[in-house]
T-cell receptor, first 114, second 111 residues
C-alpha cells in the first residue's frame, strides 16, 4: 500500500497570504489528522477529520481550517498567514476514528512565511 | 506545560550500546505511543502500549509503562547508526480524542 502523501512538500508564502495543503491518506483509512511542528512548540494537534466531518480540534485560531472529501483526502487551509505559521505541517491517517489510535504520518509540508 | 515530557532531551552513545529514553505525563491515559522522526521528516510509529499493559516488545525495542508513576521508558538495544533520530512519546489522554506529543529526545548513535 502506498503511504500517506502530502503536497506540496515545500512552500514559501508572504504574510497575509493564504495557503492550502493537501493530504492523501493510506487507502482504506478514513481518519485524517493534522499537526503543526515548530522548534518552539513541538508537535501540536490541529484537527481530525473522519467521514468528512471534523471530529476534534486543537487550540488554534480560526485562521486554520480544513476539510475532508468523500475519498478521505483532506485539505488544510491557513488564511492571513503570520510569520509564526512557519512550520512543518504533518498529516496522519488512521484506519479508525480517533486521533489517539496508531497514526501513519506523511512526510510533511514545510511552510515558510516571509 | 507539556502532557508528555521526554528525558533526556539529547542522548549520544556508541553503536552497539543500549539507549534508554523516558517519558513522564500528567493525566490518565488510554494508551501511550512512541514515534521516531528522522531529521525534519514524517513520524514513524514504533509501538503502542495500552494503559493496562506494563511491558511490550518489538524487535530491538522494549517499552515499559508505569501508570502509578505516570511514566514510560523506551529501550533500544544494540543500537545502530540508522537509529539516529528524534524519539517522541505521545499520550492518548482519557476523554481527549487526540494524541499529545512530548518535545522529544534527540538520539545520536556514533559509529
Amino acid at each position: 500500500k502506498a503511504g500517506v502523501t502530502q503536497t506540496p512538500r515545500y512552500l514559501i508564502k508572504t504574510r497575509g497570504q493564504q495557503v492550502t495543503l493537501s493530504c492523501s491518506p493510506i487507502s482504506g483509512h478514513r481518519s485524517v489528522s493534522w499537526y503543526q511542528q515548530t522548534p518552539g512548540q513541538g508537535l501540536q494537534f490541529l484537527f481530525e477529520y473522519f467521514s468528512e466531518t471534523q471530529r476534534n480540534k486543537g487550540n488554534f485560531p480560526g485562521r486554520f481550517s480544513g476539510r475532508q472529501f468523500s475519498n478521505s483526502r483532506s485539505e488544510m487551509n491557513v488564511s492571513t498567514l503570520e510569520l509564526g505559521d512557519s512550520a512543518l505541517y504533518l498529516c496522519a491517517s488512521s484506519l479508525v476514528e480517533g486521533a489517539y489510535n496508531e497514526q501513519f504520518f506523511g512526510p510533511g509540508t514545510r511552510l515558510t512565511v516571509l | 506545560s507539556q502532557q508528555g515530557e521526554e528525558d533526556p532531551q539529547a542522548l549520544s552513545i556508541q553503536e552497539g550500546e543500549n539507549a534508554t529514553m523516558n517519558c513522564s505525563y500528567k493525566t490518565s491515559i488510554n494508551n501511550l505511543q512512541w514515534y521516531r522522526q528522522n531529521s525534519g521528516r514524517g513520524l514513524v510509529h514504533l509501538i503502542l502500549i495500552r494503559s493496562n499493559e506494563r511491558e511490550k516488545h518489538s524487535g530491538r525495542l522494549r517499552v515499559t509503562l508505569d501508570t502509578s508513576k505516570k511514566s514510560s521508558s523506551l529501550l533500544i538495544t544494540a543500537s545502530r547508526a540508522a537509529d539516529t533520530a528524534s524519539y517522541f512519546c505521545a499520550t492518548a489522554v482519557q476523554g481527549a480524542q487526540k494524541l499529545v506529543f512530548g518535545q522529544g529526545t534527540r538520539l545520536t548513535i556514533n559509529p
